[in-house]
């Protein structure tokens, strides 16, 4: 049998390769000599389309396709058990990096006593959770690393609900595709169940052992450390469980939808 790493490098290659296949012939020359030189990566590849290319409808669908390709191959691959790394205190990158589709002045300012988190869709149980309510479940804590695609990470602790708990709690279809995320902001992405159920994916509450500040996405976030940045949502308001596949912001613009790290 081959070892996982092998296995995914094969998958990698299968993946680049039709990269190339379907796009090259579509672009003129010197493009086409400029695509074939640059070393493609699979993160990579789900960014191209926002490139200068994208105004040829064409390239635009087989990178569409390849994206697809790339989410089922995530998917498969996606060890339920395997956990991100985490780090000591001591390494937390400070200060902690914000970021958004708009700048530090537009952060939304979500108050409290206005906040009751939306859960719909196939679960058991719609109620609204207060932040008071979600604070009286089990708390766990981690110090990991975020990785954003515009090419920097930052080591940063997240407290909250273990977001496998909560699913349970609120009698959630755990054979469900998919759960969405609705923000504060125009913000919203989907995540595969999977992930959803992964130990370390927190409904976090909490940030560097205080109350998460608004600019990290009071009054909670969803924290997976097996997912990029783009995939983390901040200021929930609303989360849905489906099999109709919802997308996100950055996805539905040609983000990779998986978008594991
Ligand atoms: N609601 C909301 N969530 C969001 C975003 C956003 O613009 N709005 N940006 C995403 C991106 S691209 C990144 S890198 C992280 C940044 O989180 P931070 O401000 O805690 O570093 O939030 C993610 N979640
Ligand atoms: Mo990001």
């Known amino acids: 049998m081959k070892s996982p790493s092998s296995w995914l490098d094969s998958q990698r290659n299968a993946i680049l390769a039709e990269a190339r296949r379907v796009l ?4 003129p020359q ?22 200068s290319l994208s105004d040829n409808a064409g390239v635009e669908a087989a990178l569409q396709r390849i994206s697809r390709f790339n989410d089922e191959v995530q998917a498969r691959l996606f060890d339920p058990n395997r956990l991100a790394p985490t ?23 979500v108050r409290e006593q206005d906040f009751a988190l939306e859960v719909t869709g196939l679960v058991a149980d719609r109620h609204r959770w207060t932040l008071a309510e979600l604070r ?10 975020h990785i954003c695609v515009e090419g920097w990470s930052a080591i940063g602790k997240w407290s909250g609900v273990r977001f496998s708990d909560f ?6 279809d755990l054979g469900a595709r998919y759960v969405g995320f609705k923000c504060a902001d125009d913000y919203y992405t989907s995540i595969d169940m999977a992930t959803a159920l992964h130990p370390q994916t927190l409904l976090a509450l ?17 924290r997976m450390p097996t997912k990029l940045g783009y995939k983390n949502p901040k200021h929930i308001q609303a989360l849905f469980v489906s099999n109709t596949y919802s997308g996100g912001y950055w996805e539905d613009q ?8």
């Open 254 to 261: 040609g983000y990779n939808w998986f978008g594991g790290s």
């Open 87 to 109: 780090y000591p205190d001591s390494m937390i990158t400070r200060p902690f990096p914000f970021n958004a589709y708009y700048g530090e002045d537009e952060v939304r300012v």
């Open 24 to 27: 090259a012939p579509r672009l």
């Open 30 to 51: 010197p493009a086409r000599r400029d695509f074939l030189r640059r070393g493609l990566t699979l993160g990579g590849l789900g960014l191209l389309s926002g490139c």
């Open 206 to 222: 909490s940030w560097d052992d205080g109350p998460l500040p608004p600019k990290y996405g009071f009054p909670m976030k969803l």
């Open 167 to 172: 699913l349970r709690r609120v009698g959630a």
């Open 136 to 145: 009286a479940l089990p708390q766990h804590s981690q110090v990991t690393r």
